[in-house]
């Protein structure tokens, strides 16, 4: 097989000890239940609260398992993927692999219609009030002469 190159990607080796309810998180995928079309690649579906990723931290959910314990997970029917996390002792080593998130910058969000509006009453106004007033003043002015 060629390199495959194209999205950015970061991959990682994570150690978790196994708590008392195991490693605390869910996998999907396999050859016999691909998450994702033409992948078969194990990911974590759910990282179960205070367990023992969600206490490390760094194992996030949709993240990609490559290997435990140095044994690769490539190709491997769902249910051989769960053994092997099974079996993988008292400390596991995951490497993984994370999607990075495209860098784009801040999101500009487009004015609000409303807002621009309220800004431009709050100069308009006291404007025109000045300006009534100013009429007025002078109208009075006028009909005293």
Known sequence: GGGMSGGAVAEEVISLTRGP????????GGTDQQYISNDSSIYVSRIKKDGAAYLDGRLQEGDKILAVNGKDLKDLRHKDAVELFRNAGYDVSLKIQRRLQPQNGPVSHRGDGESSGLSLAALLVPGLALAAAAVWVVLRYRQRM
């Open 21 to 28: 309810s195991g490693l605390g998180f869910n996998i999907v």
